[in-house]
């Protein structure tokens, strides 16, 4: 389930099922996209990009939806492992003068074995 | 190879002291980003380089200074910093500095100001 508030917004879900983690980005102009995985002290990892000239994106594993018209953003990630546990960031950016990212709050996936 | 390096992985520090983070890529990459993480918030950017030199400050303390000696080194330098500025820093790096650049991590430096 989810918890907000104080804490990151926590999901967990069990070892080999489909996990999905959302976002609600906030500039309708941003027109790329990027979710990072941060496992306990280390850096943002990238996981996988998507430009605003496409609503779908397929890595290895995972899935990065974007719906433009409610500004929402999700990262489906199959047969979660236990080495995907970790926070994950949408981050959204804009096309100008500058590379600019604003981060989500981001979540923390908990997969339990 | 998408490699940031951070040194020192870790820092303690007093108020008085003076110090430096320092960050490497040997990507080629012409913009470099230093980011403040707080413990279970999401990194805040503080400056970009871009082409060695300063295109960003995101209204940070004079008690940072960044420095960009050539295309491949960040160095980030600290002094009489307060307890508050205790966090993890990143240091990232992207192709150039003109939108949809993926920006690239280091692992950071987390430091402790006493």
């Known amino acids: 389930g989810e918890s907000v508030g104080l804490h990151l917004p926590t999901l967990s879900v069990q070892e080999g099922d489909n996990s999905i983690i959302n976002c609600a980005y906030s500039?309708?102009?941003?027109?790329?996209f990027i979710w990072y995985k941060q496992e306990s002290g280390k850096g943002p990892q990238f996981i996988i990009d998507?430009?605003?000239?496409?609503d779908k994106r397929q890595g290895q594993r995972v899935t990065v939806l974007l719906n433009k018209t409610v500004k929402h953003l999700s990262l489906q990630i199959a047969a979660t492992q236990p080495g995907d546990s970790a926070v994950y960031f949408c981050?959204?950016?804009?096309?100008?003068?500058?590379?600019?990212?604003?981060f989500g709050t981001g979540t923390l996936l908990a997969v339990q074995p | 190879d998408t490699e940031v390096t951070q040194t020192p992985k870790h820092l303690v520090m007093g108020m008085t002291n003076k110090k430096s983070l320092k960050c490497e890529q040997h990507?080629?990459?012409?913009?470099m980003y230093w980011y403040k993480q707080k413990a279970k918030k999401p990194p805040e950017l503080m400056f970009v380089?871009?082409?060695?030199?300063?295109?960003i400050n995101e209204s940070v303390p004079s008690r940072f200074s960044p420095e960009c000696p050539n295309s491949s080194l960040l160095n980030l330098h600290l002094h009489a910093l307060q307890p508050e500025d205790s966090a993890l820093y990143l240091c990232?790096?992207?192709?150039?500095?003109?939108?949809?650049?993926?920006?690239?991590f280091g692992p950071g430096t987390r430091l402790l100001v006493l």
């Open positions: 380089y871009s082409y060695e030199k300063l295109s």
């Open positions: 990232a790096s992207s192709q150039g500095d003109r939108g949809q650049g993926t920006q690239y």
């Open positions: 500039n309708s102009a941003s027109d790329y």
């Open positions: 990507m080629g990459h012409r913009a």
């Open positions: 981050a959204e950016g804009y096309g100008g003068a500058t590379n600019k990212l604003i």
């Open positions: 998507i430009r605003s000239n496409m």
